[in-house]
């Protein structure tokens, strides 16, 4: 079952809530919301009061991928705001396993992110304290950047990985997806698609989260 997941990171800030409502007619399956510290990321975004402003835009889930040096601190803040999952970045974390423990005991679905040179080997002993792990198929920070073509073959490592253990895991890629390549990631794998410059500049999203699903 595939689902999109597009990013707002490239909608117009100054009509957020309608360019949300505009996704959910749309047919997105959840709204994907980057937050950025300007500290593990070069760029500042969107912060907890921004989420909660939005949150009344749309029913649908909000996935939170936090970009930050330091997500625990603000777990109990995004929650509140309205997150239905939180993603995290492996990189930064010191007790990864706790953290993803924390995200779930509080009721939210909990996910790991890990940027295009972080090894797979990271999720060795977490897999069974995650509900999805997120694939950078760009380095973070900015939206528009060109999809990483050797991430093709780390997706299908970890389908490979999780199909070896019976477990139905939800893989994320986050990055240059668009049209043109959005069949070879599902192929290789990957089963929830963010994109945001290509949704938004596109001129008909409907339509662009339409193929995508169907993987056309
Ligand atoms: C990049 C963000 C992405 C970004 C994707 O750091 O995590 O979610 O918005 O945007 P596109 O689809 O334009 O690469
Ligand atoms: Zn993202």
Redesign the pocket.
Known sequence: MIKIAP?I??ADFSRLGEEIEMLDRSGADMI?I?V?DGHY?P?LTIGPLVVKSIRKYTDLPFDV?L?MDNPMEYLDDFIAAGADSITVHAEVLHHLQGCLATIRKKGVRAAVALNPSTSLSVLDYVLDDLDMVLL??????????A?IPQMLSKIKSLRDKANSIGKQLDIQV?????SENVKAVIEAGANVI??????FSSGEPALVIKNMRSNL
Do not use: A, E, K
């Open positions: 990013s990171l490239s994907h980057d950025m990321v760029n991928h970009m950078m198929t760009v380095n973070p920070g900015f939206g528009g950047q999809f986050d990055g240059g997806i668009n963010v994109s945001g410059s290509s949704i």
